[in-house]
């Protein structure tokens, strides 16, 4: 066991059940309008490949690269895109796929950006919403968690690129954040 793990915040178990509950109701939600899913990178990739699968309607992926500019543990609002869509969002039910929102602002950008493209609707799929940190009223139509404020690791989350395969999501324990 790595001592930089703590205490597991959401277990294997918990993930999974939660992924197929959100992959039902938007399965239900998008009858006759299949989503196309908005991936961000990194973090998103592990859920984002679940959720799809439990997802019951020929859904398509996209995927999208941002830097929030600021120190490395707070993010400051300002966003600077690495990698943009591929496709073109007009007239799509566009889904934002998210790991974890936590001040929001990284979000809160995003959702202005891919507004302006044209797209028939716009909402936003979090596996996790950290309690209480919002600056910005953050509109997420899917919740998979919400997690006392700490730093967590795993499903997709990581400190400088490592614990992102960790099947469940754990409270880091070590010093910095890589
Ligand atoms: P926000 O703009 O909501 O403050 O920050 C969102 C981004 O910060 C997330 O997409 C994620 O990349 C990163 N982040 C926020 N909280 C955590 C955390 O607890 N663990 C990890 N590994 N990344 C986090």
Same mark, same amino acid.
């Given at each position: 066991?790595?001592?930089?793990i703590?205490?597991?915040?959401? *277990?294997? @178990?918990?993930l999974?059940a939660? &992924?197929?509950?959100?992959g039902?109701?938007?399965?239900? #939600?998008?009858?006759g +309008? ?11 990739f ?8 439990a997802?019951?309607?020929p859904?398509e992926?996209d995927f999208?690269?941002?830097s929030?500019? *600021?120190? @490395?543990?707070?993010?400051?609002? &300002? ?8 496709? #073109?969002?007009?007239? +799509? ?6 790991d974890?929102?936590?001040s ?11 507004a ?12 996790l ?21 700490a ?6 989350l990581d400190?400088?690129?490592?614990y ?10 070590g010093?910095?954040?890589g």
């Amino acid at each position: 066991m790595d001592s930089n793990i703590g205490r597991i915040v959401v *277990g294997e @178990a918990e993930l999974q059940a939660m &992924v197929k509950t959100l992959g039902r109701r938007i399965t239900d #939600d998008y009858q006759g +309008r299949p989503p196309l899913l908005v991936g961000v990178l990194k973090g998103a990739f592990v859920f984002m490949s679940d959720l799809a699968r439990a997802i019951e309607l020929p859904v398509e992926f996209d995927f999208m690269a941002v830097s929030s500019y *600021g120190s @490395a543990t707070r993010t400051s609002g &300002v966003v600077r895109i690495l990698k943009d869509l591929d496709l #073109d969002l007009t007239g +799509r039910h566009v889904l934002i796929v998210e790991d974890i929102v936590d001040s929001g602002l990284t979000l809160a950008y995003l959702r202005k950006n891919l507004a302006a493209r044209g797209p028939a609707s716009l909402e936003v799929c979090t596996l996790l919403l950290k309690e209480g940190l919002q600056k910005t009223e953050p509109d997420l139509r899917y919740i998979g968690f919400t997690i006392p404020p700490a730093f967590v690791v795993g499903y997709g989350l990581d400190v400088g690129e490592r614990y992102r395969n960790l099947p469940y999501i754990a409270e880091y324990a070590g010093s910095g954040r890589g």
